[in-house]
């Protein structure tokens, strides 16, 4: 049965291969009766048997007139997949343990008739057996010899759900469906089905559907990670701490508690409060201001993943101190390092230097 699943599956990708938008035509569009449409059909060929038998021309007309029907649902079936176009929006990474947004485009902008009851099934995980009243579940036993640390979860708790959407003619619908990312790396996307009973429920037709692109999943984040580094007070201090002297003899930051009234740019706060953003002061000029960097050293004692899911939790952490005190940080991997900044496009390829680090290109 797997041998026939394989070859089943390299066909469907001859037949189909991996492209960021598909149209979906009579080539890779596939239709089947379903239980409903086998059972509506053994009806009529009872109903015509009896018609037969008694010969009753009511019995004739009706069930020639339930098997055109039948027959016209087949046809409006296909025709309700057929020329329907998907694409890929754009994605966003995410951590490990979390799920990937999928954003799919259903277009019919060009086309007369809407496209109703289009079902996206993602690949559904495979369902565990029920435990029986006589048969009890084991309940998995702690390993006594197995390393303390965090450890990636099990299972996630996201579970891929079916998708209905519709597109009305002349228009286009987004749908969003969540792609479970079980570890860090480059998550390829899994092939999707598309299918649709649409409009009888008698037949199923279905296409499949798999994405070129691939997402870059960062670390998981540590749940009850320790605290950033401590800065030293004179600048110096151990390894992956330094300080850089900056002249910013008007230069501004974020207000703090503490700061006097003469720092403040009254100006610009006003600006920025009246925009529902924090006030500004001024910095002095001249003032030394300290670089937090973040190393693989500091995070001694872990695996590698776990190490890298520390460090990654103190890049958040260390971005969101920058966005309240302006305080740069950098990050130090074995072999790279990313130089010291702030903002979403820094903490970004900090984590991007992380989820790709140790990975074969």
Request: hydrophobic share 40%.
């Amino acid at each position: 049965m797997n041998a026939l699943q394989q070859r089943w599956r390299r066909w469907i990708d001859e037949r189909s291969p991996a492209r960021d938008s598909i149209r979906f035509t009579q080539r890779n569009v596939y239709i089947l009766p379903n239980k409903g449409g086998v059972g509506y059909a053994a009806v009529v060929l009872v109903l015509l048997l009896a018609a037969i038998n008694e010969q009753l021309n009511l019995g004739y007309a009706l069930a020639f007139l339930l098997g055109g029907v039948g027959l016209s649902a087949m046809w409006l079936t296909h025709g309700n997949l057929r020329d329907l176009s998907l694409s890929l929006g754009s994605l966003t990474s995410v951590h490990a343990g979390q799920a990937v947004i999928l954003p799919v485009v259903l277009d019919a902008s060009g086309l007369k008739r809407g496209r109703y009851g289009v079902v996206l099934k993602p690949p559904q995980r495979p369902v565990q057996p029920r435990a029986r009243w006589w048969r009890r579940a084991r309940q998995p036993v702690a390993d006594p010899a197995a390393p303390l640390g965090p450890r990636p979860p099990a299972e996630l708790p996201i579970t891929p759900l079916d998708t209905v959407a519709e597109a009305a003619a002349g228009h286009q619908q987004t749908v969003t469906l969540a792609v479970p990312a079980p570890s860090r790396g480059w998550l390829p996307l899994p092939r999707l089905r598309i299918e649709t009973t649409y409009p009888l429920g008698l037949f199923t037709a279905w296409g499949y559907w798999r994405a070129e692109r691939r997402v870059l999943v960062w670390p998981a984040l540590e749940p009850m990670a320790p605290p950033l580094p401590d800065l030293p007070a004179d600048g110096g201090g151990p390894p992956g701490l330094s300080a850089t002297s900056v002249d910013l003899p008007d230069g501004l930051r974020p207000w703090r508690r503490g700061d006097t009234i003469r720092t403040v740019a009254w100006k610009k706060s006003a600006t920025r409060l009246a925009s529902g953003l924090e006030p500004v002061s001024r910095e002095a000029a001249g003032r030394p201001r300290q670089e937090r960097w973040i190393e693989w050293s500091q995070a001694e004692g872990l695996d590698t993943e776990a190490r890298l899911s520390r460090l990654a939790t103190w890049v958040v952490m260390a971005e969101r101190q920058a966005s309240q005190d302006g305080q740069p940080y950098g990050l130090r991997l074995p072999g790279l390092a990313v130089a010291s900044s702030q903002g979403p496009v820094h903490l970004q390829e900090c984590l991007d230097a992380l989820a790709q680090w140790g990975l074969t290109p």
